[in-house]
């Protein structure tokens, strides 16, 4: 029975298990890790997603990535090549660092983000590592509990889950972890929707997903779409990256974020980049000047 294509839905959460290939080690020394570490940062930048929880096993990883536009086979080819390069550029070796495919469940956050959690973090202790998630420094764990600054971790969608303010939300963060081990949750992670193995989710969520097909990537550069939309409203690329902020400049630079989004030219962060603008600002923008029905 061939096997059922990936989930696209933008925005979504994925939990996603990487194996190393043979489940042969993926790390040497901590450098390694460290080295991961900042390929992931890159890479979700590059593709404007977000990373929730992570676990480095010895010989897999877990992650909980929100994707943006882009597909999240995107970001793990990126991830996967990147650390093989290193590797073998390292160990002078070849061949596949990594199994050919990647697992991946779309995560329903309502029913599911928190066991979720709680499950990437006691991976270490569960294979018999350590004997508290806190022993083990290749999770996001410490960086919840407020113990380890990551600057590529996302961790308010969670707290806000678990508390009103960063310091109650991780007050419960500890409790749940004070909490015994139940197979049911591992069960319920590892086996997902039993009429669809690629989301891990209640019944109500399954039918209401979207229909997204993939819609390949824009061939058109973002340069292209700036020099085009520049012409047809008559103001300069060089007004558009200035500090200037009159409207119909904002309306343009809106546009422009927009048709790149939807048409997969390019992420937000990329046109923000590129018009010299945050992020977040252009977000705004974006919200403010788009009509509620078009």
């Keep these: ?24 080690n993926l790390f040497g020394t901590d450098i390694d890790r460290d080295k991961l570490n900042e390929i992931v940062a890159d890479a979700l930048i590059h ?20 994707i943006g536009v882009q597909p999240l086979g995107q970001v793990m080819q990126r991830i996967a090549m990147k650390y093989s390069r290193y590797r073998h550029r390292l160990l002078h070796t070849r061949g596949h ?53 990551l600057p590529w971790l996302t961790q308010e969608f969670a707290l806000s ?17 004070a909490q015994s081990l139940y197979a049911s949750e591992d069960h319920a992670i590892e086996a997902g929707h039993p009429d669809d193995a690629r989301v891990l989710d209640d019944d109500s969520f399954l039918e ?12 058109r550069t973002l340069a292209q779409l700036v020099d085009e939309l520049c ?45 010299n603008r945050g992020p977040a600002s252009l977000g705004k923008l974006l919200k403010r000047h788009t009509k509620p029905n078009g």
């Design 1 to 24: 029975m061939p096997r059922l294509p990936r989930l696209h839905v933008p925005g979504g959460f994925y939990h996603v298990i990487l194996r190393g290939n043979h489940r042969e």
């Design 47 to 66: 593709f404007d997603a977000r990373l929730h929880a992570f676990c480095w096993m010895t010989n897999h990883l877990h992650g909980c990535i929100q």
């Design 97 to 149: 660092l990594f199994e050919r495919r990647y697992r991946a469940r779309l995560v329903d956050t309502d029913a599911y983000f928190i066991t979720l959690l709680r499950y990437i973090h006691l991976n270490p202790v569960k294979a018999g590592m350590v004997v508290s998630p806190n022993q083990y420094p290749w999770s996001s764990h410490r960086a919840y509990l407020g113990e380890e600054t």
């Design 161 to 177: 889950l678990l508390g009103k303010t960063v310091e109650s939300a991780r007050a419960a963060y500890r409790l749940i972890f």
């Design 208 to 219: 209401n997903l979207p229909d997204t097909p993939f819609v390949p990537r824009n061939p």
């Design 231 to 275: 012409s047809r409203r008559e103001v300069s690329v060089l007004a558009l990256k200035s500090s200037a902020k009159d409207r119909a400049l904002s309306v343009v630079r809106a546009e422009i974020a927009r048709q790149a989004v939807e048409g997969r030219i390019a992420s937000l962060s990329q046109v923000a980049r590129y018009l």
